[in-house]
C-alpha cells in the first residue's frame, strides 16, 4: 500500500493534499502511473516541477489563475485544465480529449513580457535583467507596469503577492 502512495505522490506534482487526494480519487491508478504526470501549477514550484517531469509520460496542467496558466509554457506545449471546471469536464478531457475543461486565459502578455516576468519570478533585479536582456532598467519598469494592469495588479505589493503565490 505504501509503495502504490509513494508512486502516486511522484505522478501528481503538487504542494497542496487536497489537490492529490482530489486527482488520485478522480482517475484510476493504473492513468496516473502508467500514462500521465499531473502538474498543480498554483501549487508547485517552477524548479521542483521541471525536475521531476518523466518523459515518457503525458504532462497534464492544472490552473486556475492567467499567472498560474503562464508557468506551462516552459514545460512545452502542454493541456492546461481549468481547476474551476467541472468533473465531467476533467473526466471528458482524460477519456476523450475533449478540450471543453481546457483554461483560456483572459490575459494576453507579449514575449519580451513573458520574459520579464520569468526572471522577475526568479527573484532577478532590474537592472540584473536589463543587463541580461541588453535593455535599459527603466523600460524594466515599464513592462512591469504593462504586466501588472493586465493582470489586475493595483501596486507593486500586490503584483509582488500574486508572483510569490504563483512560483
Not at 497542496?16 to 500514462?35: A, C, P, R, T
Amino acid at each position: 500500500m505504501e509503495n502504490n502512495k509513494l508512486s502516486i505522490a511522484k505522478s501528481v506534482l503538487s504542494n497542496n493534499q487536497f489537490f492529490i487526494i482530489g486527482i488520485k480519487n478522480l482517475l484510476s491508478k493504473e492513468l496516473l502511473n502508467d500514462y500521465y504526470t499531473i502538474l498543480d501549477l498554483d501549487n508547485i514550484p517552477h524548479t521542483e516541477g521541471k525536475k521531476m517531469i518523466k518523459k515518457d509520460k503525458e504532462i497534464i496542467a492544472f490552473a486556475s489563475n492567467d499567472l498560474s496558466s503562464l508557468k506551462a509554457e516552459s514545460f512545452g506545449s502542454i493541456p492546461v485544465l481549468d481547476k474551476r471546471c467541472s468533473v465531467k469536464n476533467i473526466l471528458s478531457y482524460f477519456m476523450l480529449k475533449n478540450q471543453s475543461g481546457i483554461y483560456h486565459a483572459t490575459i494576453v502578455l507579449t514575449k519580451r513580457e513573458r520574459e520579464i516576468l520569468y526572471w522577475l519570478r526568479k527573484g532577478i533585479s532590474h537592472d540584473e535583467i536589463s543587463n541580461k536582456l541588453n535593455i535599459k532598467s527603466k523600460t524594466i519598469y515599464t513592462y512591469r507596469r504593462n504586466i501588472m494592469k493586465k493582470l489586475g495588479c493595483e501596486n507593486r505589493i500586490d503584483f509582488q503577492k500574486q508572483l510569490l503565490r504563483t512560483q
